[in-house]
């Protein structure tokens, strides 16, 4: 694994830090150190010892590396962590020693661990997606009617907005944004089953304990185990995929909208950003690219999570163990994509007049069905179809603009004045609900701020 080469291209070092060796270490010591305050709270062991345990929780006092080595003979890195806790903990007090780790099992510890890791991460990422959001709602309001070619399986179709375009980003990135915050507040729960998840080394303590467990971390409290129930982090997977959905979506867009032919916008300028090994000239999309490929691969890894879900029994053999760095990878590299889409969004430069010009580089085909329906109201569909898609073939033949060639249609100028024909060429009159669906995602966007 070549993270310390490719990873910093796709994720800000904010995002490796948040998911990294350290982080998921210090998130089982909290675990750790939480247990021992719950089951203190009720009484199974000594507040002192609890105290001393959550004093030896310190993450720098224990090496990542080391750890993970250790934990390859375990399957998992708990037991080496445990030992390291419980020789720490023994320096201080052999008797709180006896209470580390006290009735959990090894997938307590992660499975914590991985709802803390997340709850930090995924409030970065929401902290990204506000920005995209504010950006997008700029752009949205900016361009309401800055008229551009829509296009259809990448081709010229009807004349639409670039407001139009940018709305739609907004309203992806708004339901992404609501779901990813409705698995933070409300999706992460503690895990604490024990051994066979019936908790029974705790005794009758057993659900209080579970109480007290997830209200010192804040997190929330299952109802039963979720050892084989992998619900809650394919809920933080369905919610990447949302983001990586709609963070993709606006990176290709930007992409092919950046095209040397097309050049209707460009991505905001930076110090030797976008350049070539090759072609000094070039300056290419780089922060749309980056983004469209971590989108690509938090779909891939939201894919093993999700793959994840079907376990054995009361313990997974081997579907658990595949979450931890698919996990780690997709928050990180959604976080990554989040940040890039945030940088081209806030700093997109948008060319009105290249829009207009592709607008019309079809000399006035995309206006061909309306001129059809207004024709139509005097000669009837079949007859109006027939004309002007004759019309449109010579256009497209001749070069000849299509007003020139409904003109010339003499049975067309029978039922039609010059001037009706010009208005029917005219894209302005053409966007039908263009700016209403703007106004709408603006007011969702306003009520909707978190």
């Given at each position: 694994m070549a993270g310390e080469l490719f990873r910093p291209i796709f994720v800000p070092d904010e995002f490796r830090e948040a998911v990294s060796g350290r982080a998921w270490l210090r998130a089982m010591l909290d675990a750790e150190g939480a247990l021992a305050m719950a089951q203190a709270r009720t009484g199974l062991i000594p507040r002192q010892a609890a105290e001393i345990i959550v004093s030896c929780c310190d993450v720098d006092r224990f090496d990542p590396e080391e750890i993970g080595r250790k934990g390859r003979a375990k399957g998992n890195p708990v037991p080496p962590l445990v030992r390291a806790l419980t020789e720490a903990v023994s320096r201080v007090s052999e008797d709180a020693a006896s209470h580390v780790h006290k009735g959990a099992t090894s997938q307590d510890i992660m499975d914590t661990a991985a709802m803390l890791v997340s709850r930090h991460a995924l409030g970065l990422i929401l902290n990204e997606v506000e920005g995209i959001a504010a950006a997008c709602a700029r752009l949205t309001d900016t361009n309401r009617d800055t008229m551009m070619p829509g296009r259809t399986l990448l081709q010229q179709a009807l004349p639409t907005t670039f407001g139009l375009k940018a709305a739609g980003w907004l309203v992806s990135v708004l339901e992404a944004r609501d779901r990813l915050f409705a698995v933070r507040e409300w999706g992460l729960a503690v895990q604490l089953g024990g051994a066979g998840g019936t908790l029974a080394s705790l005794g009758p303590a057993?659900?209080?304990?579970l109480s007290e467990f997830a209200r010192e971390l804040d997190l929330v409290e299952p109802v039963v185990p979720w050892h084989t129930d992998r619900v809650r982090v394919s809920d933080i997977a369905g919610a990447l995929s949302l983001v990586a959905g709609a963070l993709g979506k606006i990176s290709q867009d930007v992409i092919l909208m950046a095209q040397t032919e097309v050049g209707e916008v460009a991505e905001p300028a930076g110090e030797g950003r976008g350049?070539?090994?090759t072609l000094p000239h070039k300056q290419n999309p780089i922060l749309s690219v980056t983004a469209a490929a971590g989108a690509r691969r938090v779909l891939d890894l939201a894919h093993t999570l999700q793959?994840?879900?079907?376990?054995?029994?009361?313990r997974a053999a081997g579907a658990w163990h595949s979450e931890w760095e698919a996990l780690s990878d997709a928050l990180a590299l959604a976080g990554g994509a989040a940040?890039?889409?945030?940088?081209?969004?806030?700093g997109l430069e948008v060319y009105p007049e290249k829009m207009l010009e592709n607008l019309n580089a079809t000399r006035g085909l995309l206006l061909a069905e309306n001129v059809t329906t207004v024709a139509a109201q005097h000669l009837g569909r079949l007859e109006a179809h027939d004309l002007v898609e004759e019309a449109s073939h010579r256009t497209l033949e001749g070069g000849k603009p299509l007003r020139e060639e409904l003109l010339s249609e003499p049975r067309l100028g029978e039922v039609l004045s010059e001037e009706e024909i010009d208005a029917a060429l005219d894209p302005a009159g053409y966007l039908?609900?263009?700016?209403?669906?703007?106004d709408r995602a603006l007011?969702?966007?306003?009520?909707e701020e978190i």
């Open positions: 057993g659900t209080r304990v350049g070539s090994s793959a994840a879900m079907v376990g054995e029994h009361e940040a890039a889409v945030r940088e081209v969004t806030e039908g609900s263009a700016g209403e669906f703007v007011k969702l966007y306003r009520e």
